[in-house]
């Protein structure tokens, strides 16, 4: 009954309703890094479904496994995986380091599973590497399956346990840099695309130093992120959240006075930017040759001309 009361004074008088009443993520925790005392939380051993935060297991396992130079090829399998992807060619070989940008940074599944059977043979192999990892870092309630977060039944972590991982992941200098790169290049043969990361604090929030989004339909968003304060870092590790970014700057506000306003996250959104560049492109000689003409139409007056 008194539940009941609760929820209809909060209905009827939303302005008495505490940050931790609007947080929609079921399970979160803010912790400080090295003593991983607990900043702020919520039912943060619950077992949920990752989504794409998976990634940042897979990607120290890939950093364990590989120096970033060897030459990984896609096998067919790679057409038929989700978005989001690079869009992989099957047969096409790929730089390691590459790839391991590409899950990171683009979130993209098609790299996480080349990575995966590249390094134990197949991704059902590799997720049983990236078990045997948790479980040496203390993430003893997640359970991988694959190396992308897809959704796939028997596949949970915990929000303790995502900033565990996340702990042991920035003790790897080159996971620090790659998790921090806002924008990442993939060059395929003579082609050139560049994608911006979609952990929209590193655009607009100057604390954030690393994290990793995820969503599918049935895990709902999930994020974990690293934050400097005062020399210490802090890291925040939510699941199943409904409005990921809201949530997160609700929780953040325990550590920061000052946080990034609803416009300026909506500005930093993630997208593909796209740019897409050809080396034939570069010759651009029938555009030279129509400047020059409306140089001489200029000199001739010719204002039909100039118009055209």
């Given at each position: 009954?008194?539940?009941?009361?609760?929820?209809?004074?909060?209905?009827?008088?939303?302005?008495?309703?505490?940050?931790?009443?609007?947080?929609?993520?079921?399970?979160?925790?803010?912790?400080?890094?090295?003593?991983?005392?607990?900043?702020?939380?919520?039912?943060?051993?619950?077992?949920?479904?990752?989504?794409?935060?998976?990634?940042?297991?897979?990607?120290?396992?890939?950093?364990?496994?590989?120096?970033?130079?060897?030459?990984?090829?896609?096998?067919?399998?790679?057409?038929?995986?989700?978005?989001?992807?690079?869009?992989?060619?099957?047969?096409?070989?790929?730089?390691?380091?590459?790839?391991?940008?590409?899950?990171?940074?683009?979130?993209?599944?098609?790299?996480?599973y080349a990575i995966a059977v590249h390094?134990?043979?197949?991704?059902?192999?590799?997720?049983?590497?990236?078990?045997?990892?948790?479980?040496?870092?203390?993430?003893?309630?997640?359970?991988?399956?694959?190396?992308?977060?897809?959704?796939?039944?028997?596949?949970?972590?915990?929000?303790?346990?995502?900033?565990?991982?996340?702990?042991?992941?920035?003790?790897?200098?080159?996971?620090?840099?790659?998790?921090?790169?806002?924008?990442?290049?993939?060059?395929?043969?003579?082609?050139?695309?560049?994608?911006?990361?979609?952990?929209?604090?590193?655009?607009?929030?100057?604390?954030?130093?690393?994290?990793?989004?995820?969503?599918?339909?049935?895990?709902?968003?999930?994020?974990?992120?690293?934050?400097?304060?005062?020399?210490?870092?802090?890291?925040?590790?939510?699941?199943?959240?409904?409005?990921?970014?809201?949530?997160?700057?609700?929780?953040?506000?325990?550590?920061?006075?000052?946080?990034?306003?609803?416009?300026?996250?909506?500005?930093?959104?993630?997208?593909?930017?796209?740019?897409?560049?050809?080396?034939?492109?570069?010759?651009?000689?029938?555009?030279?040759?129509?400047?020059?003409?409306?140089?001489?139409?200029?000199?001739?007056?010719?204002?039909?001309?100039?118009?055209?």
């Amino acid at each position: 009954m008194m539940n009941v009361i609760i929820a209809i004074v909060i209905l009827l008088f939303p302005f008495f309703a505490t940050a931790d009443d609007v947080i929609t993520a079921p399970s979160y925790i803010l912790v400080e890094k090295d003593s991983f005392n607990v900043v702020s939380g919520r039912d943060y051993h619950k077992r949920l479904a990752p989504a794409s935060t998976t990634k940042v297991m897979t990607t120290i396992v890939a950093l364990e496994k590989l120096n970033g130079n060897e030459i990984i090829r896609a096998d067919g399998n790679v057409v038929s995986i989700p978005p989001s992807k690079l869009s992989l060619s099957p047969g096409a070989e790929y730089r390691a380091i590459d790839l391991i940008k590409g899950a990171m940074v683009k979130s993209a599944n098609d790299a996480a599973y080349a990575i995966a059977v590249h390094v134990c043979g197949s991704e059902t192999a590799f997720a049983d590497a990236m078990n045997r990892k948790a479980f040496e870092i203390g993430a003893y309630n997640t359970n991988f399956r694959n190396a992308s977060g897809l959704y796939v039944n028997n596949q949970y972590t915990t929000a303790y346990d995502l900033a565990l991982i996340m702990r042991y992941a920035l003790s790897i200098d080159r996971f620090r840099e790659i998790a921090a790169e806002r924008y990442f290049s993939f060059k395929e043969g003579e082609k050139s695309i560049r994608y911006k990361n979609h952990n929209r604090f590193l655009f607009c929030f100057e604390p954030a130093i690393a994290g990793k989004t995820g969503f599918t339909k049935l895990s709902r968003h999930c994020y974990v992120g690293a934050f400097e304060k005062d020399g210490r870092v802090y890291i925040l590790a939510l699941l199943g959240s409904n409005n990921l970014w809201g949530d997160a700057i609700n929780i953040l506000k325990n550590l920061y006075e000052q946080l990034p306003s609803d416009k300026e996250i909506r500005l930093a959104k993630s997208y593909n930017v796209k740019l897409t560049s050809y080396k034939h492109k570069k010759e651009t000689k029938p555009v030279a040759k129509k400047k020059k003409k409306i140089k001489k139409t200029k000199t001739s007056k010719s204002k039909a001309s100039v118009a055209r």
